[in-house]
């Protein structure tokens, strides 16, 4: 859908003459409507799939085993390690097409997309029927127990005993949940507040190329790429020989890490912005906006490496731990709750933002002019960085009340 919104000529009028007034072009309204409900339809199959995707994977490892644990703890450090992987090289791929190839076709990358998805769905559906890996399915009663004159009632109890208890399971998680929310609203700042300050800085590599503003964001990729095997084959192998356990810490206490790595990426990025801000006066550039800062975008690299680190600490621990801690017959669910801690922050750092936009730019100090130079996302970030030193309270308030669903085997 979304590449027909590119092709087909009904739906790129010329007629309108580049109009951005909806009512007064109603092929370019309809454009917008088809154009919208793809990417939610997008956002609806992706909560659909990648949930089950991931969960068929961990579930080829026997969690009975403390040499499947071990291994089931790699696998989600290194689905990630392929997702970013992944995401790397094909964005550069597309990168060079669409600059190099397509004439700048802005919606060459969409196009190259769809049939790459196209292509991979046909090797699914070819693949699927072959397949002999394991799947978790509820167990069933025998036809013997069926036939029980006692069988109705006390499969009724058992069930609705079992829905208590994994309903008391599910509620345990929430506090977990909803202080790692924090961590998803310092994330969701690379993509937009960081790209943002990275338009304003002098991007030049030699005295001809210039590097996008949004291209800082492939070094979270490249480090959560490194990292992941320097965490998996250095620090964890280390850790289990002090603590005996097959992931080396615990899950809450890698996402308790993260979660302090991403309050000093805050930091970190608040006092670059200062500097930024102070460059800018030093420079008499304040009321320039179009003009770069004399200061090198390599300075917005501290924080993007440390997103990536945050990034293998907290949400790959937390895929783990809620693939983990959420009963057998819910898992894709439990990786849905992981998913959700992304979307629900990402949501709340746009509401705050607008908040935020709203009551200062009232006042005529707004803290996001479009002007970046009279804007202060120093304050922003500090104020980010005091509430994630709160919830990184919380949290570990809620991690040392938790009780683990079992006990965590030792490695041998």
């Known amino acids: 859908m979304l590449t027909l919104t590119s092709v087909l000529p009904t739906l790129n009028p010329s007629e309108c003459n580049d109009s951005t007034d909806l009512t007064a072009c109603p092929q370019l309204q309809f454009q917008a409507i088809v154009f919208y409900f793809s990417l939610y339809l997008v956002a609806f199959a992706q909560g659909g799939h990648r949930p089950c995707v991931q969960a068929f994977g961990a579930d080829q490892f026997d969690e009975n085993k403390p040499e499947d644990c071990k291994a089931r703890s790699s696998f989600f450090n290194w689905w990630n390690f392929g997702v970013f992987a992944t995401i790397l090289v094909t964005n550069l791929a597309l990168n060079y097409i669409q600059d190099n190839i397509e004439d700048k076709n802005p919606f060459a990358k969409i196009r190259k997309a769809c049939a790459t998805l196209i292509s991979s ?139 302090f790595f991403s309050m000093i990426t805050m930091m970190v990025a608040a006092l670059i912005e200062m500097k930024r801000l102070e460059t800018a006066r030093d420079f008499g550039l304040v009321d320039m906006p179009n003009v770069a800062i004399p200061m090198s975008m ?23 731990f809620f693939y983990d801690q959420v009963p057998g017959e819910m898992r894709s669910l439990g990786l849905a709750l992981y998913a959700s801690v992304i979307g629900t922050g990402e949501l709340l750092s746009g509401f705050l933002i607008s908040v935020i936009d709203k009551v200062r730019g009232s006042r005529g100090q707004s803290w996001f002019s479009d002007n970046l130079n009279h804007a202060h996302l120093d304050y922003f970030y500090w104020l980010l960085a005091g509430i994630s030193s709160i919830q990184l309270g919380l949290y570990l308030c809620a991690a040392r009340s938790y009780v683990y669903k079992k006990k965590i085997p030792i490695a041998v």
């Not at 309903?167 to 929430?174: N, P, S």
């Open 121 to 259: 769905w046909q090797q699914t559906s070819f693949a699927t029927p072959k397949n002999g890996a394991k799947e978790a399915l509820l167990p069933r009663a025998s036809q013997h127990t069926k036939k029980h004159p006692h069988y109705s009632h006390e499969h009724e109890r058992i069930n609705g005993v079992g829905q208590v208890k994994e309903a008391k399971g599910l509620l345990q998680l929430f506090p977990i949940w909803a202080t790692c929310l924090t961590s998803a609203v310092a994330a969701a700042q690379s993509s937009t507040l960081f790209t943002k300050q990275a338009s304003t800085l002098d991007r030049r590599i030699g005295t001809n190329f210039q590097v996008p503003p949004a291209a800082l964001l492939s070094f979270i990729r490249i480090t959560v790429i490194v990292f992941i095997p320097v965490y998996d084959r250095v620090i964890v192998p280390i850790a289990r020989y002090f603590t005996g356990l097959p992931t080396g810490i615990t899950m809450l206490q890698r996402i308790g890490t993260g979660m």
């Open 298 to 320: 390599w300075w917005l690299l501290p924080p993007h490496v440390l997103d990536g680190i945050t990034f293998v600490f907290v949400f790959v621990g937390l895929q783990e």
